[in-house]
């Protein structure tokens, strides 16, 4: 008798999600935003710690929080759940939606924590592959839905780690289609030509069946704080309240996130900066001996044309620049993918991948 309990048998294969977390002078390889929040943000979270009771449990119902969030996407508060993170968000709603028996469809290459969470609530999930464009496909589409009937069908717009949102018909003709929930994964939202937030707010037909979800990591400059949210239909929201944790937000958190919105302009105008320099990007990367594709977030994939990504990866990691290496991950041979910085970030990063790339030159 005794020694360790063993594993639950599906999940003895899994490992955990990470980035890899290296010191170095830039690091480019995790999406967040390269900027701080506001300083006038700062000064109003630290007068608002002030006047919280830190020996009393938060709001559970995250009251103040989903009324202003309900107040910038004109919808009503009983249509957002806020968690920890947009991580948490797809959680609970595998938890309540998913399980044994049931299915969540998604469109590789994606975000690969929508099919590990899935597999950690011990959802089956069920894929389809993108074109060489890294485009959904209608009729893929349609044959995967017709023969998983899944519960959830993730669509990451923009796609990470690809780049592209979905166009509106597209994720309209998923709505269609889709017998379970769509959920838009936004986290890039905000970068992105349009939102699914708007087929919510008009009502397009199965928007009772459409989540969004969006996080304070990427645009909000708020990565350490760890606040995401949906917006959905009201039942949708009950479901994830049944099944999280009690007291899940704390008090911090939910302050960090209402005050935020305070901010919207200086929100917007980082996105334009960072916009600005992921079109320099984009065009320095034309010049060099690279595939890259179109991007709609705060980020570009790119394929060294000559020279393996994993040697690349190791020349900018030597010049203490990080970027993250897509090499191995399905449907991404010799990739890599690298977040947009400030400009000197950007300038390093482009410097160090030109010298790199320069190697393999006779």
Known sequence: MGGPVP?????????????????????????????????????????ELGHIDFNRYPDRDVTALRAALGELHGIDPARVFCANGSNEVLQCLLLAYGGAGRRAALFEPTYALHSHIASLTATEVVRAWRGPDHRVDLETVDRLLEESQPVVTFLCSPNNPTGRAEPPEVVAHVLERAPGLVVVDEAYGQFAPWSALDLLRHGTPGADRLVVVRTFSKTWSMAACRLGYMAAHPDVVAACEAVVLPYHLDAVTQAA?????????????????????????????????VESWPSDANFILFRPADRAATDVWQDLLDASVLVRDCSSWPGLDNCLRVTVGTPEENDRFLSALGSSLDAARP
């Open 7 to 47: 594993l639950r048998p599906d999940l003895s294969l899994l490992s955990g999600y990470h980035s890899p977390q290296v010191d170095v002078e830039v690091r480019l390889n995790t999406n967040e935003s390269p900027l701080p929040p506001p300083e006038e943000w700062l000064a109003e979270l630290r007068h």
């Open 257 to 289: 996130g209402r005050l935020a919105l305070r901010h919207v302009d200086a929100m917007e105008a980082r996105v334009a900066a960072i916009t600005e320099e992921r079109g320099r990007i984009a065009a320095a990367l034309g010049e060099l001996p």
